[in-house]
Structure formats: C-alpha cells, structure tokens
C-alpha cells in the first residue's frame, strides 16, 4: 500500500503524464462510442456511466463531500452547471453524433477545443498568450488534421454539417466552458468537486433516457454493451476526469486543453490495435505534429 501510494503521489505532481493519459482513456472512449452503437443507446450509456461512478465515489469521498458543503452550497449553481456542461451535455452529444456523422467530421470538431480554450482566454480573460503558444497550437492543429483527413486533402472538400456536426460543434463549446470553468472551482479538493459535478451528472441525464423512452429508441445494455459501459465508467468517466481537473490547476486552462488534440491521435492507433485498422504514414507525422506542437506550447520562450 505504501508504495502504491507513493506512486499515486508522484503521478499527481506530473501535470504532463497526468493529461497524456487523460487523452489517452478520452481516446478510448471514442473507440467505445462506436462499439456501443446497437449494443446500448447514447443515453443509457450516459446516465449509467454516471450512477457507476457516483457509486464509487460516494462510499470514498461522501464524508468529505458532506464535510465541504458550505464551500459547494455557495457556489451552487456554479457546480450544477459544471456538471451539466463538462459530464452531461457533452457525452450525451457526443455519442448521439456518432449515429449521425462521421468519425473523420467528429475528430476534426473534437481539435476545435484547444483552439476555443485559447481564443476565450485571450478574448475574454485577457489572458497573455507567446506566439510559441501560437504556432504550437497550429502545428497540433495540422497534426490532427493529417489524421483526421488521413492526409487526403480532398475529404475536406466533402465534408458537409448535418445535424450530428452541429451537436459535437455543440459539445465541444460545452466542453470548453468546462475546461474554462475548472480554475474557478469551489475551495474544495479536485475528488470531492468531482464527486459534486458527477451527482449532477447522473441527475440532470436521468431526463434524457426517459426522453428515449418516450421516443421508443431506447436500448438497455446487451452483454457487450456492458463491457463497454464498464470500460466507460472506470476509466474515462472516473479517472480522466479526475486527472484532467488536476492538470488544469497545474498548468491552468489553455495550456491543459493543448493536450486534447491528442485524443484524434491516440484515437487512431487504438483503431489499429483495437478495430485492427491499418497503420499508415499519416498516423506518424500527425503524431509526431501533435507533440512537436506541445512542446512548443510549453516553451517559456
């Protein structure tokens, strides 16, 4: 136990691995999002990942939850909003567009967060931003591209916006207000904030499976669909999360979402491993694009 303890000490000073592999379980959770498709509906995936989670965290952190209400109560809405935003509104769209749109249109929407974080810091918060931080995020931004068109220019000419484009436009806007959000926290532990957001978001999803009831599209898990829910909760649900709302109080907001263009990377070399898709040149120079792009960024200049 010691040493496990030691470990998880050192990993959540280490803002950069912690963020890598946040992207790493978000990318995970793409490559889930097309597994579960006729083995559970969008919705039922997005409440029950959320009531494993709270059952998990509620018999850790309850008694720390309950001890920072006064801090929670006080920033009520602010934390009920986090929770609709960051965990609720975002998978919930983010699965439904992958009925509607193609992988290559959501990857391409999905590098648009970075870009939304630094353009609200600066024109909103005034943030100071390097031109390092500038061309890194350009150099990323043509990584994820790479990938995401497999390096054949003329996708882009048939790319076209139907509605399951304008809900993960959507979810990444949400998600960015999220990211944006996450440095002006209660005075609370990043465990217990996150335990208080993961309620809201099992409450405020519970309206969207009886909205598929209703509609007649509702699908409970099938074995499958369990396997994949279970991958789901624990890891990008429970502890990306988690190690994402470390690194922004690490390395702040603009910084912190750089790291998200990493997602369409990894996305694509666990298709290979995973879905067994090809491994072409493209994957290598988006990679290699994405990181070079990072640590520009991270350059103090």
Not at 81 to 91: D, E, H, R, V, Y
Not at 108 to 129: D, H, K, W
Not at 231 to 243: C, D, E, N, R
Request: with cysteine; proline share 4%.
């Amino acid at each position: 136990m010691k040493i496990l303890h030691s470990l998880w000490k050192r990993l959540w000073g280490q803002a950069y691995l912690l963020l890598v592999l946040t992207t790493l379980m978000w990318a995970g959770n793409g490559i889930a999002g097309r597994l579960a498709v006729d083995q559970i509906s969008p919705m039922v995936l997005t409440c029950l990942r959320w009531v494993i989670v709270v059952a998990l965290l509620l018999p850790l952190v309850g008694r720390q939850v309950v001890d920072s209400w006064p801090q929670l109560k006080e920033r009520w809405l602010f934390t009920i909003l986090m929770g609709i935003f960051g965990l609720t509104a975002f998978n919930a769209l983010f699965y439904a567009a992958a009925y509607h749109t193609s992988a290559i249109n959501i990857t391409l929407f999905q590098g648009s967060i970075p870009v939304i974080v630094l353009a609200a810091m600066v024109l909103v918060f005034r943030a100071r931003v390097i031109p390092l931080q500038v061309i890194g995020m350009a150099v990323t931004l043509i990584g994820v591209t790479i990938v995401s068109v497999k390096a054949d220019w003329q996708i882009l000419k048939t790319l076209a916006l139907n509605i399951g484009d304008v809900w993960m436009l959507i979810a990444c806007v949400f998600y960015s207000i999220y990211t944006l959000g996450l440095r002006y926290r209660p005075a609370v532990s990043s465990l217990v904030f996150f335990a208080a957001i993961a309620v809201v978001a099992f409450v405020s999803s519970l309206p969207l499976v009886g909205m598929e009831i209703v509609q007649g599209t509702v699908q409970f898990p099938t074995p499958k669909g369990w396997l994949v829910l279970i991958y789901v909760a624990f890891l990008p649900s429970l502890l990306s999360q988690i190690f994402f709302i470390r690194g922004v109080e690490l390395i702040g907001p603009a910084r912190a979402g750089l790291f998200v263009n990493l997602v369409p990377v990894f996305g694509a070399l666990l298709a290979v491993m995973i879905l067994g898709e090809p491994f072409a040149l493209y994957h290598a120079i988006g990679l290699t694009l994405v990181l070079g792009g990072i640590w520009l960024a991270e350059r103090k200049g």
